[in-house]
Every structure is written in structure tokens, then in C-alpha cells.
């Protein structure tokens, strides 16, 4: 008995009630979101369109005080039918391969009038790696003060799914039926060789985490770049209710890594600080679009290197070793 | 000299009523919905109100808010003409 006090703690014993709140976690994230919109409703985008998703979230976090330039893509035909338009924002459209040759002239026009209005470009894959990328490069080149957004869809999507630059490997579109031969063009790192003040990746499927880079993008002076993952279900052809899943997988299985690097340093964010180290296969992400249909065993091996490869290569960047 | 530029103005139906398009319709089941808002954060055309009603004038019943809703509160229903 003597034995069994001693380990009692001193003092009086004290109670303590633990009340558990059930509250789910993802609510408190999207309170730091604005319920105002900025696209309304609706677009002409077709059911379940990730341009759309990304393009809500882009618009709450610039606010009224914004411009967006849009270069020929999907979002140039989805505005609305004139002399109406969806989008409540002031919109330039603009020819293919200007958007940010048209943003640099814009944006110098407001600096010297002395306004601080965001010039946000809005392109699409075509528009930005293929088309736009000569404009693209020029304007970080001169270190114009704005924010560019590739919203990839991998593949010509407006005009009916032809191959681009961002098609991957294996891809079936409209013009290599029998799945692409080459692989993607890796245009964050064309953009990191430009140095820009912050550059960063997003998907659809995460609008909090999208939401948050665009919001601390408009706080930096100077040239931002910002490349979203646009799931597309018509194009990649899935059912239109699996646009966020695909986002998920193509996250959770490493294709996508989400980060941000300012002033070159790299944090990976998000889904993909898990994904670093613990990967879904591939196959699970692939066997569930139809333009992975005929993708071949060397193929899917190929890409299976290739984020590995990737992920390596930000690890390495992460740890301060490249 | 007077230019005269080709400007749309912002109007809610610019695309139309897009809930024409539907095939299926989403509707919530109140008892199971514990208003976590999910849907209304990934409705891609914003056709989900703050107090997590759905427009049916403008939902094009992509399904994601069905597919994404962690109670399954969300049944997609096939219209019916």
C-alpha cells in the first residue's frame, strides 16, 4: 500500500474533460475564401470544366481590382454570347501568341499612371508552351509586373483535343490517335531559367491551395508564373463527376507535384508534401482516362521514371543540394 | 474621331440557362448533409449558393459536388422529360 501511494502525483487530483468538436476541417479552410464571384452564372464550359474551377478561384483571390488578359483557349469562347458576358471582371482577348506581350504594355500603362490594378494572364497549354511561349519569355525577360497562368489541360482542347507541348506521353488526341510519342515539354523549368520573383504549380482539385498562391503572387512586385493542372473530361475523357479526382490522383501518384519557389527557394505545399514520400501507382491514375487507352507497358515504365526522376530532382532542390 | 469598341457587359445567363443541359439532376439529402461545403467549393460554375443551395436554372449536373461529397448527402437523379 505504502508502495502504491508513492506513485501517485502530489496535490489534488484534477480532472480534465476533453470535449471533442466534431468540425470538419475543410470548412475552416474555405472560410478564408471570399463568397463573392467573379464568374457568373454560368460560363458556356462544358459540365464539370476545371478552367472554370480554376478561373473561380484565381478571380476571388486578384478582387475587383484586376484585369485579365486572355489569349485564344478555351476560356477566350466560354465568356458568354455578346454583347453579354459572364465574366464580371474586366476582360482583354487577345491574339494567340500576345497575351503576355499585351499584359507588359498593360501593365507598364497602369505603373505609370500610378495604379496598382493586377494584370493577370489566364492562357491555356497551347497559348502558353507552344504558342505564347516566345511572348511569355520576353515578358519575364523584361521583368513586367504581373502574374501568368497556364492552366494545363495537356492538349488543344477548344478546338477538339489536338496534341500541344503538354501532352504527355502515351496521350491519344484528335492528331496521334495511336497515343504521342514524346514526352511533355517541361515548361516550369523553361520558366524557372528565367528567374521570376515566384513561381509555383496548382491543380483544380485543390482551390484552397490554388487560392493561396495566387493571393501571395499579387502581394510580390514583378513577374510571376503560376501552372495549374486542369483535368479536362471531355479531352481526357472521363465522366465529368471525376474532374477533382483526377486532380487528386494525378497529385497523390507524384505526376503533379505541387510547390512554389520564391526568389528560388522551393517549399513543396499541400498533397504533395505527403506524395514526396509515399506515391499510388501510376497505373491508378492512367487506367482511368480513356486517352491512356492505348498506352503501351515501355510507355507507362517510361513515365514511371520519369516522376521519379522529378521527384528526385525537387527533393534534391528542397534539401539544398541542387 | 469616335472609335466604337465591341464590349460585352457583365450579365448573370450570359451562356444562357445551362441548367437545360442536365441529364441528371443533384439533389441533397438534409439529413445527411452536415453543411461542410465542399460541394460549394468545387462546384466549377458556382451554381451553389453560401447557404448550399443548388441553382438548378444554371447547374450543368457535371456531378462533382455527388462524386466529392464526403456524407454522400448528394444523389444524382435522371431528369425526367
Known amino acids: 500500500m505504502h508502495g502504491m501511494r508513492s506513485i501517485l502525483p502530489a496535490g489534488p487530483n484534477q480532472y480534465f474533460i476533453i470535449i471533442h468538436v466534431k468540425y470538419p476541417k475543410e470548412r475552416l479552410d ?28 484565381v478571380t476571388k483571390a486578384a478582387g475587383t481590382d484586376t484585369v485579365l488578359v486572355i489569349p485564344a483557349c478555351c476560356t477566350s469562347v466560354i465568356q458568354g454570347v455578346y454583347p453579354t458576358t459572364a465574366m464580371n471582371l474586366p476582360v482583354y482577348n487577345v491574339a494567340f501568341a500576345s497575351a503576355a506581350a499585351v499584359a507588359s504594355g498593360m501593365s507598364e500603362a497602369f505603373r505609370a499612371e500610378g495604379k496598382k490594378t493586377n494584370v493577370i494572364c489566364y492562357a491555356g497549354d497551347g497559348g502558353t508552351i507552344d504558342i505564347g511561349i516566345q511572348a511569355l519569355s520576353g515578358a519575364l525577360e523584361r521583368g513586367t509586373d504581373f502574374l501568368y497562368i497556364c492552366y494545363d489541360n ?22 496521334t490517335p495511336g497515343g504521342k510519342k514524346d514526352h511533355k515539354k517541361d515548361l516550369d523549368a523553361i520558366v524557372a531559367a528565367h528567374n521570376p520573383v515566384y513561381q509555383a504549380t496548382a ?106 526522376e522529378n521527384i528526385a530532382r525537387l527533393q534534391r532542390e528542397v534539401d539544398g543540394i541542387c | 474621331m469616335s472609335a466604337k469598341l465591341a464590349i460585352s457587359r457583365p450579365a448573370e445567363g450570359a451562356a444562357g440557362k445551362s441548367g437545360t443541359w442536365r441529364t441528371f439532376r443533384p439533389v441533397i439529402d438534409e439529413e445527411k448533409c452536415n453543411k461542410c461545403g465542399l460541394c460549394r467549393l468545387y462546384c466549377p460554375d458556382a451554381a451553389i449558393s453560401v447557404d448550399l443551395e443548388i441553382d438548378l436554372d444554371y447547374c450543368k449536373g457535371c456531378g462533382i459536388c455527388a462524386e466529392e461529397c464526403p456524407k454522400k448527402a448528394i444523389a444524382m437523379v435522371r431528369e425526367e422529360d
Open chain 1, 30 to 57: 474555405t472560410m478564408a475564401i471570399p463568397d463573392e464571384e467573379f464568374l457568373l452564372k454560368t460560363t458556356s464550359a462544358c459540365a464539370g470544366c476545371p478552367s472554370s474551377l480554376i478561373l473561380r478561384y
Open chain 1, 154 to 175: 495537356e492538349a488543344y482542347s477548344n478546338t477538339g483535343m489536338q496534341r500541344s507541348g503538354a501532352t504527355p506521353l502515351g496521350a491519344m488526341t484528335t492528331t
Open chain 1, 203 to 308: 491543380c483544380a482539385a485543390y482551390p484552397q491551395d490554388l487560392y493561396n498562391k495566387v493571393e501571395k503572387a499579387l502581394t510580390i512586385p514583378g513577374p510571376k508564373f503560376m501552372h495549374v493542372l486542369a483535368p479536362c473530361p471531355p479531352g481526357w475523357r472521363f465522366p465529368s463527376e471525376k474532374t477533382v479526382e483526377m486532380g487528386k490522383l494525378a497529385v497523390k501518384a507524384g505526376l503533379w507535384v505541387l510547390y512554389e519557389r520564391e526568389n528560388g527557394k522551393l517549399t513543396i505545399t499541400g498533397a504533395s508534401k505527403a506524395a514526396m514520400k509515399k506515391r499510388i501507382p501510376v497505373e491508378d491514375y492512367l487506367s482511368v482516362q480513356g486517352r491512356f487507352r492505348k498506352i503501351t507497358a515501355e510507355q507507362t515504365a517510361e513515365i514511371k521514371k520519369t516522376v521519379e
